[in-house]
């Protein structure tokens, strides 16, 4: 059977090994799915029955094991693991992480951050160049979740990625929760940040949720972790509805990867990712917004 090739409803979800069979069996109404293909190259029954489903739906590739901000170059190996995967569920979009996670021979399960400096740009933009040769196609890179800046970084995270795009002609994936996670802990507008996003290179938006957790470090004082193991928070869909308003209809997962709860709460996202797109639709047909600043 055909695989499909281009996404007709915006909404899609994160596809986790606990809902796999369920979605096989149902089919539930769901514009798209993104997977890591990590969880699926060392499992060949999961990537059997997601060949399968790449029948049914669209399919995303999220890669977690392409370090693009690695100083000591990327996994060749895992490249042409990747490519091959490819190959077998042609999935219309493929990205991952402006981030570090090997060291090395090691890998580090985190996604590390990267100095916003011509130096670090130089690095990143040979990888991204490398892994769009060896793919043949665009690599989304995404927007990262932030702790700590760092005192060596020359320019924004926005203008990091706006020369990343430049350079290396990549399309970006912007993570609409991460901004607001990154803004509240460094202290930044999330709007302004999104006004500054390079808009014409995003071809994907997540949404995920987040976990406040007391910040040792400063008293009285919250830090937003990344954790997705939560709904989405009221404030990542006020960012949405602006983001929207600035990016146009694109392509909007639902992201939820620990405490994972039943598929159909993960459907009620769905719903609400429709709802508000269709709000904003409505507003913007009749020619007014809210200003959610
Ligand atoms: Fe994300």
Redesign the pocket.
Known sequence: MAKMTSISNISGVGLRLPHLMEIVATLPPIGWLEVHPENFLANPHAAELLTELSTHYPISLHTVGISVGSAGGLDRSHLKRLLSFIDRIHPILVSGHLAWSTYGNDYLNDLLPIPFTEEALRVVTAHVDEVQDVLGRSYLI?NPASYLGFCSSTMPETEFLSELVRRTGCKL?C?V??VVVSAHNLSYNAYRYIDDFPADAIREI?L?GYTPEEDTATPDSQLLIDSHAAAIAAPSWDLYLYALRRFGSKPTLV?WDNDIPPLSTLLEEVVKVDTAFGQCSRKQSEGHYVDAR
Do not use: A, F, Q, V
């Open positions: 995404e994936l993570d929760s991460n997540h995920g992201e």
